[in-house]
């Protein structure tokens, strides 16, 4: 299945909408239908910045484009929808509104971050623990991993860097070096978005 990204009746004046907006809100009460119909259009609008024409091959993880090849992942998360594309290789992004609740990470979690997230206190807790959720699921993305294999792997190398920003101003946007994979890690907490690029 495909599904056509560049209609014949999209034209210069729906671009506006795709004007400098990276993320789009949904109203509240949409459900997952229009989260996923909310990131294909985004996805449009992204195409359409770049005057490519292509379809959305949606037959396999990751996605890809039909034509060019370019690798497309997409995130939803309450009201808020999000794409990311990339030329040469998968990539992953995720939209993490809400906090992720302790017995969750308890659960998933693999043993060494539980370590040391059990150490920082309960706020810094719920925002690393946020963001790890954020990271485990781009890579799960990234390598079509299932739930329970994504969530279990070990990113306690990653806690020291994710907690730095929790003192300052955490709504500036921060890149880090995963030094136990060839990704950069995008944190962009002012829209709650990670990328893994």
Same mark, same amino acid.
């Given at each position: 299945m495909s599904a056509q990204i560049i209609p014949d009746h999209y034209d210069r004046q729906d671009s506006h909408e795709? %004007? %400098?907006h990276q993320l789009h809100k949904l109203p509240f009460n949409h459900e997952r239908q229009q989260q996923r119909k909310g990131v294909r259009d985004l996805l449009q609008c992204l195409l359409y910045k770049l005057n490519i024409r292509d379809d959305l091959d949606e037959t396999?993880?990751? +996605?890809? !484009?039909?034509?060019h090849r370019y690798y497309v992942c997409f995130s939803h998360s309450v009201n808020k929808v &999000?794409?990311?594309m990339s030329t040469h290789r998968p990539v992953g992004i995720d939209i993490e509104i809400q906090s992720v609740k302790w017995p969750i990470v308890q659960r998933y979690y693999h043993v060494d971050e539980l370590a040391i997230l059990t150490q920082l206190d309960s706020i810094e807790r719920d +925002?690393?623990?946020? !963001? !790890?959720w954020q990271i485990k699921e781009c890579f799960i993305k990234v390598h079509d991993y299932t739930l329970g294999q994504g969530m279990g792997v070990n990113y306690a190398h990653l806690i020291d860097e994710l907690s730095i920003n929790i003192d300052g101003n955490n709504s500036k946007p921060m &890149?880090?070096?995963d030094m136990q994979s060839t990704y950069q890690i995008m944190l962009l907490p002012e829209q709650q978005i990670v990328i893994t690029l």
């Open positions: 795709c %004007n %400098n396999q993880f990751p +996605y890809r !484009l039909t034509i &999000a794409v990311v +925002y690393v623990s946020r !963001l !790890l &890149a880090i070096k």
